[in-house]
């Protein structure tokens, strides 16, 4: 992980993704759509990497989208290539979430428990 300086960062939380222990995982992307390894990381170390897609070639063919599968779809995780975990929020406005719980194990668990809530920023 590395951090720049000098830029205002957005006001997102960063996401902490827990390391996947698989040798080798790490090294590549995933398909959204299907969880075979899609590319090399490699240019995403690179400081400004630019995603156009993140699904392999028929599952572009069969959602009919370079970068998420259509709503309701099974999703696979871009970073480890597991089975996400669907969650939808309850409310007027349910809202679909894919996590990863291999890599965002916190958030799957917050969702799982009933907690959408985006966690808090530091201090206001
Ligand atoms: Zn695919
Ligand atoms: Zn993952």
């Not at 398909?31 to 170390?45: D, V, Y």
């Amino acid at each position: 992980m590395s951090f720049s300086t000098g830029r205002p960062a957005s006001r997102r939380v960063p996401e902490n993704f827990a390391d996947d222990p698989r040798p080798g995982a790490s090294g590549y992307v995933y398909c959204k759509g299907c969880g075979t390894p899609l590319e090399s990381r490699a240019r995403f170390t690179r400081s400004r990497p630019t995603v156009t897609v993140m699904m392999c070639d028929s599952c572009r063919e069969r959602h009919g989208h370079d970068l998420i599968p259509v709503a309701g779809s099974a999703t696979f995780c871009y970073r480890c290539g597991g089975p996400d975990e669907i969650f939808v929020t309850t409310g007027i406005w349910p809202e679909t979430h894919h996590v990863c719980p291999r890599c965002l194990p916190d958030r799957a668990a917050r969702y799982r428990s009933g907690n959408f809530a985006p966690p808090e920023p530091d201090a206001p």
